[in-house]
T-cell receptor
Framework: AQSVTQLGSHVSVSEGALVLLRCNYS??????LFWYVQYPNQGLQLLLK??????LVKGINGFEAEFKKSETSFHLTKPSAHMSDAAEYFC??????????????FGQGTILTVHP | DAGVIQSPRHEVTEMGQEVTLRCKPI?????LFWYRQTMMRGLELLIY????????DSGMPEDRFSAKMPNASFSTLKIQPSEPRDSAVYFC?????????????FGSGTRLTVV
C-alpha cells in the first residue's frame, strides 16, 4: 500500500518569506512523486515531479522540492513567497510498478496563505 | 491544445435524478482518470482507463456510479440515482502514459450539487 501525508493543513507566511510545505510518503516500491497546485475554482496544475533522476527538482513559479529517501520526504520550498502563491498544494505519489501502477495517491492538501 | 475539457462546469440536480458528467481528454493521451474532491475526504480516485479500457474501478463508491469511455476522445461518469452525499467537485484528468510519469493534466472540474 502507498500513502502520502502532508504535515499541516494550513501554512501562513509573509510575502518575501520562505515557503516550506511538508510531504512524507510510504511506498513499497520506488516512487514517483509530484506536487500540484490548485487555485480557487480551478483544477490541479502540475508544479514539479520526481521520477528517479535528480533528487532536487525544480518546477514552475520558482518552486523546488528535494527527494530524500532516507527520510521518505519530498518537501516543497520557495525562497520568497509572492501573494500569487496563495493556493492549495497537493503532494502525490505514484508507485512505479505493482498494483498501484499508474494511479496517483494524493495527500490531504495544504492551504498556503501569504500575508502582505 | 485546449487541455482537458469537462462539462458542465456546474450542475444542480434534485435527489433521485440521473446526472452525467462529460470529459474530453487531451488528444494523444492514453490514460484517463476520474477523481472526486470533497472537504471531508479530499481527492479520491474513482476509476481510470487505459486505451479506453477500465483498469481499476475500485474507487467507485456504489453501483449508482458508472463510467464509460467509448472512444479515445470522450468519457462519461454517470450517477443514477443521485443523492445529496454525491455533492462534490468531480475532476477528469488525462496522461500520455498509464505509468503517469509525465504527470496528469486536470480539467477544471464539474461542481455537482444534489438537493
Amino acid at each position: 500500500a502507498q500513502s502520502v501525508t502532508q504535515l499541516g493543513s494550513h501554512v501562513s507566511v509573509s510575502e518575501g518569506a520562505l515557503v516550506l510545505l511538508r510531504c512524507n510518503y510510504s511506498s513499497s516500491v520506488p516512487p514517483y512523486l509530484f506536487w500540484y497546485v490548485q487555485y480557487p475554482n480551478q483544477g490541479l496544475q502540475l508544479l514539479l515531479k520526481y521520477t528517479s533522476a535528480a533528487t532536487l527538482v525544480k518546477g514552475i513559479n520558482g518552486f523546488e522540492a528535494e527527494f530524500k529517501k532516507s527520510e521518505t520526504s519530498f518537501h516543497l520550498t520557495k525562497p520568497s513567497a509572492h501573494m500569487s502563491d496563495a493556493a492549495e498544494y497537493f503532494c502525490a505519489l505514484n508507485g512505479a510498478g505493482g498494483t498501484s501502477y499508474g494511479k496517483l495517491t494524493f495527500g490531504q492538501g495544504t492551504i498556503l496563505t501569504v500575508h502582505p | 491544445d485546449a487541455g482537458v475539457i469537462q462539462s458542465p462546469r456546474h450542475e444542480v440536480t434534485e435527489m433521485g435524478q440521473e446526472v452525467t458528467l462529460r470529459c474530453k481528454p487531451i488528444s494523444g493521451h492514453n490514460s484517463l482518470f476520474w477523481y472526486r474532491q470533497t472537504m471531508m475526504r479530499g481527492l479520491e480516485l474513482l476509476i481510470y482507463f487505459n486505451n479506453n479500457v477500465p483498469i481499476d474501478d475500485s474507487g467507485m463508491p456504489e453501483d449508482r456510479f458508472s463510467a464509460k469511455m467509448p472512444n479515445a476522445s470522450f468519457s462519461t461518469l454517470k450517477i443514477q440515482p443521485s443523492e445529496p452525499r454525491d455533492s462534490a467537485v468531480y475532476f477528469c484528468a488525462s496522461s500520455p502514459q498509464v505509468d503517469g510519469v509525465s504527470g496528469y493534466t486536470f480539467g477544471s472540474g464539474t461542481r455537482l450539487t444534489v438537493v
